[in-house]
């Protein structure tokens, strides 16, 4: 009974939140519901958990949830997804007392959320997934989680045994985490124009599994490539089981399994949550490489964090970042570097 008076309080609290202001509210009721009954999450009726993913990481969460979303509902799926990015436990009770019915019922063929990679061992307790992608554990809010790997280790022991894993080849504690799990499914980027390397005076981090050093051969993004330890056996492999390829930046193109695809957004670490959201496609929707492209030249971020306006003949290159991260802000600045354009920073 509990759960119904918390479901029903939701529910009230949404539609007056609807009347008032769509576009808010994504929290707010599930986080007052569940002062009613802690464990809500774990009584909504009628979830397939072998068809819930969770999308968690340091970056690129928003945008590959919102990429997924986008290709699913584009070949017919019925999904339910927290696109506001309200990543903590709210945020999903929020999602799932929306889209139930008023005895809980959950009536979809996947949900998809993208979930804070602090948060997911306590969002897993009630809503066990058994798909998880991870898109990279980087330096990141620093007020919060101290050293990324905190939240490696706080992950670590979560995630794993019935779980299937989609996992950053080409990001070492990422791609830690397939001695998790016998479900792993890989997925990368080849090397590319933007592709750099750097010399030994830059540092580098320690491996995961032996805490020798880690040396990447090339770098896609700052922290991210092809990588190896210099003591154990942790590496990428040499080919992702999902790889985009032939990447060209001037014509906002890629590869795919031989299918070409329009890039949205033609930015490096962009390429990563494409291939992240093709694997998802292929492996969880049964969605083939051909049936995505056609999403692709419809997808528009919501609320994303790299957008280009046009203002008064003027174009603007809009990056918006959190600027204790310092491998997002190297990033910013090699896609400013690497534009032959005249600009004003």
Not at 92 to 115: H, N
Not at 155 to 183: A, C, H, M, Q, Y
Request: with cysteine.
């Amino acid at each position: 009974m509990k759960f119904y008076i918390a479901l029903w309080f939701a529910k009230i609290i949404n539609v007056i939140i609807n009347i008032v202001d769509k576009s808010r509210g994504s929290n707010f009721s599930g986080e007052k519901a569940m002062k009613i009954d802690p464990q809500m999450v774990a009584h909504f009726k009628g979830i397939d958990y072998a068809k819930v993913l969770f999308i968690t990481g340091t970056n690129g969460k928003s945008t590959t949830t919102n990429l997924v979303h986008h290709i699913f509902k584009s070949n017919g799926k019925k999904i339910i997804a927290n696109l506001e990015g309200a990543n903590l436990i709210y945020g999903v009770a929020t999602a799932l007392s929306k889209a139930s019915t008023l005895t809980g019922k959950i009536k979809a063929d996947y949900i998809i959320f993208e979930t804070d990679e602090r948060y997911l061992p306590l969002i897993y307790k009630q809503l066990p997934a058994e798909n998880i992608m991870i898109t990279n554990l980087q330096k990141d809010q620093v007020q919060r989680n101290g050293d990324p790997d905190f939240i490696y280790r706080k992950l670590f022991p979560t995630i794993g045994g019935n779980v299937r894993l989609f996992l950053n080849n080409e990001e070492p504690r990422t791609k830690s985490f397939d001695e998790n799990s016998d479900k792993i499914i890989t997925y990368g980027v080849e090397r590319h124009e933007e592709s750099f390397t750097k010399d030994g005076t830059y540092p580098t981090m320690a491996c995961p599994k032996c805490r020798h050093k880690i040396v990447c051969d090339y770098y896609n993004n700052d922290g991210v490539g092809k990588f190896h330890c210099v003591n154990c056996g942790h590496r990428s492999d040499d080919t992702a089981d999902y790889t985009v390829t032939d990447v060209n930046f001037a014509d906002r193109s890629f590869k795919f399994e031989d299918v070409s695809f329009n890039m949205p957004y033609d930015t490096p670490y962009m390429c990563y949550n494409y291939a992240g959201a093709l694997a998802v496609a292929k492996e969880l929707g049964d969605i083939s490489p051909a049936e995505a492209a056609k999403a692709f030249g419809e997808f528009k971020n919501v609320g994303g964090r790299f957008e280009i306006l046009k203002y008064k003949g003027k174009t603007i290159k809009y990056m918006r970042i959190k600027q204790e991260n310092p491998e997002t802000l190297q990033t910013c600045i090699n896609v400013m570097a690497a534009d032959p354009e005249k600009k004003m920073v």
